[in-house]
Protein backbone atom coordinates (compact mmCIF):
# COMPACT_ATOMS: atom_id res chain seq x y z
CA UNK A 1 0.00 0.00 0.00
CA UNK A 2 1.52 3.61 -0.72
CA UNK A 3 -0.31 6.37 0.99
CA UNK A 4 -0.17 9.93 0.18
CA UNK A 5 -1.16 11.74 2.63
CA UNK A 6 0.99 11.85 6.33
CA UNK A 7 -2.29 13.57 8.21
CA UNK A 8 -3.65 10.28 10.66
CA UNK A 9 -6.66 11.60 11.57
CA UNK A 10 -7.96 12.78 7.94
CA UNK A 11 -9.49 11.21 4.79
CA UNK A 12 -6.16 9.62 2.73
CA UNK A 13 -5.56 8.63 -0.80
CA UNK A 14 -4.32 5.24 -1.26
CA UNK A 15 -3.02 2.43 -3.54
CA UNK A 16 -2.68 -1.00 -3.28
CA UNK A 17 -1.37 -3.43 -5.46
CA UNK A 18 -4.00 -5.30 -6.82
CA UNK A 19 -4.00 -8.60 -9.12
CA UNK A 20 -1.72 -7.08 -11.58
CA UNK A 21 -3.22 -3.43 -11.13
CA UNK A 22 -2.77 -0.82 -9.07
CA UNK A 23 -6.00 -0.31 -6.53
CA UNK A 24 -7.02 3.56 -5.66
CA UNK A 25 -8.82 3.28 -1.83
CA UNK A 26 -9.85 6.12 0.45
CA UNK A 27 -8.75 5.12 4.26
CA UNK A 28 -9.92 6.87 7.71
CA UNK A 29 -9.28 5.81 11.01
CA UNK A 30 -7.07 4.26 13.87
CA UNK A 31 -4.54 2.56 12.39
CA UNK A 32 -4.97 -0.04 14.95
CA UNK A 33 -8.60 -0.43 14.45
CA UNK A 34 -10.88 -3.27 13.09
CA UNK A 35 -10.50 -3.28 9.46
CA UNK A 36 -13.51 -3.06 7.10
CA UNK A 37 -13.17 -3.13 3.55
CA UNK A 38 -15.85 -1.85 1.48
CA UNK A 39 -16.21 -3.03 -1.67
CA UNK A 40 -18.79 -0.44 -4.14
CA UNK A 41 -21.28 -1.95 -6.87
CA UNK A 42 -20.53 -1.51 -10.75
CA UNK A 43 -20.55 1.57 -11.90
CA UNK A 44 -19.77 3.28 -8.73
CA UNK A 45 -16.36 4.77 -7.42
CA UNK A 46 -15.58 4.57 -3.52
CA UNK A 47 -17.04 8.22 -3.13
CA UNK A 48 -20.32 5.95 -2.83
CA UNK A 49 -19.48 4.88 1.07
CA UNK A 50 -18.25 8.63 1.65
CA UNK A 51 -21.06 8.71 4.79
CA UNK A 52 -20.22 5.15 5.76
CA UNK A 53 -16.27 6.13 5.66
CA UNK A 54 -17.32 8.69 7.85
CA UNK A 55 -19.19 6.87 10.45
CA UNK A 56 -16.78 3.69 10.42
CA UNK A 57 -13.69 5.91 11.60
CA UNK A 58 -15.52 7.94 13.83
CA UNK A 59 -16.76 4.43 15.70
CA UNK A 60 -13.12 3.51 15.51
CA UNK A 61 -13.02 1.22 13.03
CA UNK A 62 -10.23 1.15 9.85
CA UNK A 63 -12.05 1.76 6.90
CA UNK A 64 -10.95 1.25 3.65
CA UNK A 65 -12.79 1.88 0.56
CA UNK A 66 -11.94 0.91 -3.01
CA UNK A 67 -12.32 1.82 -6.57
CA UNK A 68 -13.10 -1.80 -8.06
CA UNK A 69 -10.70 -2.51 -11.04
CA UNK A 70 -11.72 -0.47 -14.48
CA UNK A 71 -13.48 2.19 -11.81
CA UNK A 72 -12.74 5.73 -10.72
CA UNK A 73 -9.21 6.09 -9.90
CA UNK A 74 -8.00 2.51 -10.31
CA UNK A 75 -6.07 1.18 -13.18
CA UNK A 76 -8.38 -0.37 -16.31
CA UNK A 77 -6.53 -3.34 -16.99
CA UNK A 78 -4.73 -3.44 -20.32
CA UNK A 79 -6.41 -6.88 -21.09
CA UNK A 80 -9.42 -5.69 -20.08
CA UNK A 81 -9.91 -8.59 -17.81
CA UNK A 82 -13.33 -7.54 -15.54
CA UNK A 83 -14.16 -11.40 -14.41
CA UNK A 84 -15.23 -12.56 -11.41
CA UNK A 85 -12.21 -14.26 -10.46
CA UNK A 86 -10.06 -11.02 -11.23
CA UNK A 87 -12.17 -9.04 -9.13
CA UNK A 88 -11.61 -11.76 -6.02
CA UNK A 89 -8.49 -11.60 -6.71
CA UNK A 90 -8.13 -8.13 -6.10
CA UNK A 91 -9.99 -8.40 -2.60
CA UNK A 92 -7.53 -10.32 -1.75
CA UNK A 93 -4.69 -8.60 -2.53
CA UNK A 94 -5.47 -5.74 -0.63
CA UNK A 95 -7.23 -8.06 2.75
CA UNK A 96 -3.38 -9.83 2.71
CA UNK A 97 -1.60 -6.62 3.55
CA UNK A 98 -3.68 -6.36 6.66
CA UNK A 99 -2.27 -6.58 9.78
CA UNK A 100 -5.74 -8.79 11.28
CA UNK A 101 -8.93 -10.26 9.43
CA UNK A 102 -11.42 -7.11 7.63
CA UNK A 103 -15.25 -6.66 7.32
CA UNK A 104 -15.82 -7.04 3.88
CA UNK A 105 -18.76 -4.88 3.07
CA UNK A 106 -20.07 -4.99 -0.57
CA UNK A 107 -23.14 -3.54 -2.53
CA UNK A 108 -24.34 -5.35 -5.55
CA UNK A 109 -21.20 -6.12 -7.67
CA UNK A 110 -18.95 -6.14 -4.47
CA UNK A 111 -21.24 -7.91 -2.62
CA UNK A 112 -20.64 -10.85 -5.01
CA UNK A 113 -17.00 -10.07 -5.01
CA UNK A 114 -17.22 -10.49 -1.14
CA UNK A 115 -19.61 -13.83 -1.31
CA UNK A 116 -16.77 -15.31 -3.61
CA UNK A 117 -13.86 -14.25 -1.47
CA UNK A 118 -15.07 -15.45 2.17
CA UNK A 119 -17.69 -18.09 1.18
CA UNK A 120 -15.68 -19.68 -1.88
CA UNK A 121 -12.34 -18.95 -1.74
CA UNK A 122 -12.38 -18.71 2.45
CA UNK A 123 -10.51 -15.43 1.89
CA UNK A 124 -9.24 -14.19 5.40
CA UNK A 125 -12.16 -12.25 6.62
CA UNK A 126 -13.91 -11.18 10.22
CA UNK A 127 -17.34 -11.36 8.43
CA UNK A 128 -19.46 -9.88 6.03
CA UNK A 129 -22.20 -7.48 4.62
CA UNK A 130 -24.48 -7.85 1.78
CA UNK A 131 -25.95 -4.90 0.84
CA UNK A 132 -28.61 -5.85 -1.70
CA UNK A 133 -26.99 -8.71 -3.01
CA UNK A 134 -27.80 -12.50 -3.10
CA UNK A 135 -27.23 -15.53 -5.28
CA UNK A 136 -30.59 -15.00 -6.67
CA UNK A 137 -30.51 -11.30 -8.74
CA UNK A 138 -34.10 -10.74 -9.81
CA UNK A 139 -33.80 -10.57 -13.74
CA UNK A 140 -35.46 -7.44 -14.53
CA UNK A 141 -34.29 -5.34 -12.00
CA UNK A 142 -30.79 -6.45 -13.39
CA UNK A 143 -31.98 -5.05 -16.69
CA UNK A 144 -33.04 -1.62 -15.61
CA UNK A 145 -29.44 -1.51 -14.18
CA UNK A 146 -27.44 -2.49 -17.35
CA UNK A 147 -30.27 -0.16 -19.10
CA UNK A 148 -29.30 2.72 -17.24
CA UNK A 149 -25.37 2.01 -17.27
CA UNK A 150 -25.46 1.59 -21.42
CA UNK A 151 -27.92 4.16 -22.23
CA UNK A 152 -25.64 7.26 -22.51
CA UNK A 153 -22.30 5.78 -24.75
CA UNK A 154 -21.87 9.35 -25.81
CA UNK A 155 -22.38 10.77 -22.28
CA UNK A 156 -23.41 13.92 -21.27
CA UNK A 157 -23.28 17.64 -21.93
CA UNK A 158 -22.60 18.86 -18.62
CA UNK A 159 -23.07 17.56 -14.77
CA UNK A 160 -26.96 19.11 -15.02
CA UNK A 161 -27.62 16.50 -17.83
CA UNK A 162 -25.71 13.78 -16.05
CA UNK A 163 -28.20 14.79 -12.94
CA UNK A 164 -31.59 14.77 -15.21
CA UNK A 165 -30.67 11.14 -15.95
CA UNK A 166 -29.91 10.15 -12.47
CA UNK A 167 -32.92 11.55 -11.12
CA UNK A 168 -35.23 9.96 -13.87
CA UNK A 169 -33.36 6.74 -13.35
CA UNK A 170 -34.38 7.07 -9.18
CA UNK A 171 -37.19 8.78 -8.97
CA UNK A 172 -37.53 8.40 -5.90
CA UNK A 173 -34.86 10.46 -4.48
CA UNK A 174 -35.17 13.95 -4.71
CA UNK A 175 -32.81 15.80 -7.65
CA UNK A 176 -30.24 17.88 -5.56
CA UNK A 177 -30.31 21.43 -6.51
CA UNK A 178 -26.15 21.31 -5.68
CA UNK A 179 -24.73 18.55 -8.44
CA UNK A 180 -21.33 18.97 -8.46
CA UNK A 181 -20.88 16.05 -6.60
CA UNK A 182 -21.35 14.00 -9.26
CA UNK A 183 -18.36 15.25 -10.58
CA UNK A 184 -16.72 12.37 -8.31
CA UNK A 185 -18.16 9.58 -10.52
CA UNK A 186 -18.06 11.03 -14.16
CA UNK A 187 -14.62 11.71 -16.07
CA UNK A 188 -14.45 14.71 -18.18
CA UNK A 189 -13.24 13.64 -21.86
CA UNK A 190 -11.41 15.96 -24.21
CA UNK A 191 -14.51 16.47 -26.25
CA UNK A 192 -15.90 18.18 -23.48
CA UNK A 193 -18.38 15.09 -22.40
CA UNK A 194 -18.41 13.83 -19.00
CA UNK A 195 -18.70 10.18 -19.17
CA UNK A 196 -19.19 7.45 -15.96
CA UNK A 197 -15.89 7.29 -14.55
CA UNK A 198 -15.56 3.09 -15.47
CA UNK A 199 -14.26 1.47 -18.93
CA UNK A 200 -17.01 0.55 -21.36
CA UNK A 201 -15.46 -2.22 -22.17
CA UNK A 202 -16.03 -3.88 -18.97
CA UNK A 203 -20.27 -3.99 -20.26
CA UNK A 204 -19.12 -6.30 -23.14
CA UNK A 205 -18.13 -9.27 -20.40
CA UNK A 206 -21.26 -8.71 -18.59
CA UNK A 207 -22.55 -12.18 -18.26
CA UNK A 208 -25.68 -14.18 -16.33
CA UNK A 209 -24.91 -14.12 -13.24
CA UNK A 210 -23.96 -17.87 -12.03
CA UNK A 211 -26.07 -18.49 -9.15
CA UNK A 212 -25.39 -22.00 -8.57
CA UNK A 213 -21.60 -20.99 -7.95
CA UNK A 214 -22.80 -18.06 -5.92
CA UNK A 215 -25.45 -20.31 -3.76
CA UNK A 216 -22.49 -22.88 -3.15
CA UNK A 217 -20.82 -19.87 -1.91
CA UNK A 218 -23.34 -19.00 0.61
CA UNK A 219 -23.48 -22.46 1.77
CA UNK A 220 -19.69 -22.01 2.66
CA UNK A 221 -20.32 -19.02 4.95
CA UNK A 222 -19.46 -19.70 8.87
CA UNK A 223 -18.95 -16.63 10.19
CA UNK A 224 -20.59 -13.28 10.83
CA UNK A 225 -22.74 -12.65 7.74
CA UNK A 226 -25.53 -9.52 7.69
CA UNK A 227 -28.06 -9.20 4.52
CA UNK A 228 -28.95 -5.77 4.11
CA UNK A 229 -31.91 -5.40 1.76
CA UNK A 230 -33.69 -2.44 -0.02
CA UNK A 231 -37.30 -2.48 1.03
CA UNK A 232 -37.67 -0.96 -2.76
CA UNK A 233 -35.72 -3.38 -4.85
CA UNK A 234 -36.30 -4.77 -7.87
CA UNK A 235 -32.92 -7.09 -7.40
CA UNK A 236 -33.46 -8.73 -4.61
CA UNK A 237 -36.70 -9.82 -3.59
CA UNK A 238 -38.20 -10.98 -0.31
CA UNK A 239 -38.09 -14.77 -1.76
CA UNK A 240 -34.52 -13.80 -2.74
CA UNK A 241 -33.26 -12.58 0.77
CA UNK A 242 -35.26 -15.31 2.51
CA UNK A 243 -33.82 -17.96 0.41
CA UNK A 244 -30.03 -16.41 1.50
CA UNK A 245 -31.34 -16.80 5.19
CA UNK A 246 -32.00 -20.09 4.50
CA UNK A 247 -28.66 -20.98 3.53
CA UNK A 248 -26.83 -19.13 6.03
CA UNK A 249 -28.56 -19.85 9.27
CA UNK A 250 -26.30 -17.80 11.73
CA UNK A 251 -26.91 -14.18 9.16
CA UNK A 252 -28.39 -11.86 10.54
CA UNK A 253 -30.73 -9.37 8.27
CA UNK A 254 -31.89 -5.66 8.23
CA UNK A 255 -34.98 -4.49 6.05
CA UNK A 256 -34.23 -0.65 5.36
CA UNK A 257 -37.76 1.19 4.61
CA UNK A 258 -37.62 3.63 1.89
CA UNK A 259 -34.30 2.71 0.08
CA UNK A 260 -34.12 0.91 -3.07
CA UNK A 261 -30.82 -1.05 -4.32
CA UNK A 262 -28.42 1.72 -3.28
CA UNK A 263 -29.14 1.29 -0.32
CA UNK A 264 -26.23 3.43 1.85
CA UNK A 265 -27.29 6.46 -0.86
CA UNK A 266 -31.37 6.22 -0.17
CA UNK A 267 -31.37 6.00 3.98
CA UNK A 268 -27.24 6.18 4.73
CA UNK A 269 -28.54 7.05 8.64
CA UNK A 270 -30.30 3.55 8.48
CA UNK A 271 -27.71 1.62 6.50
CA UNK A 272 -24.80 2.81 8.95
CA UNK A 273 -27.11 2.02 11.87
CA UNK A 274 -27.82 -1.25 10.70
CA UNK A 275 -24.31 -2.36 9.48
CA UNK A 276 -22.19 -0.36 12.33
CA UNK A 277 -24.50 -2.14 15.08
CA UNK A 278 -23.43 -5.66 13.88
CA UNK A 279 -19.98 -5.05 13.63
CA UNK A 280 -19.55 -3.29 17.05
CA UNK A 281 -21.32 -6.49 18.20
CA UNK A 282 -18.79 -8.84 15.97
CA UNK A 283 -15.29 -7.29 16.52
CA UNK A 284 -14.05 -8.86 19.15
Same mark, same amino acid.
Not at 75 to 102: C, G, M, R
Not at 138 to 145: D, L, S
Not at 250 to 266: L, P
Given at each position: ????????????? +? #???????????? +??????? %???????????????????????????????????????????????????? @???????? %???????????????????????? %??????????? +????????????????????????????? @???????? %????????????????????? #?????????????????????????????????????????? #?????? +???????????????????????????????? #??????????????????
Amino acid at each position: MTDTSTDPAALRS +V #RFQGAGIQIAAD +VAGPEEG %VPVILSPGGGQTRAAWGGAVAEGARRGFRMISLDLRGHGETEWPKNKDYSLD @SHVADIKA %VADTLAQPAFIVGASLGGIIGLVY %VGETKGRARGL +VLVDTTPRIEPQGAARIRAFMTARPDGFT @SLEDAADA %VAAYLPHRKRPTDVSGLARNL #RLGPDGRYRWHWDPARMDQDRAIDQPRLEAAARGLTGPTLLV #RGRMSD +VVSPQGAQEFLDMVPQAEFADIAGADHMVAGD #RNDAFNEAVFSFLERRRG
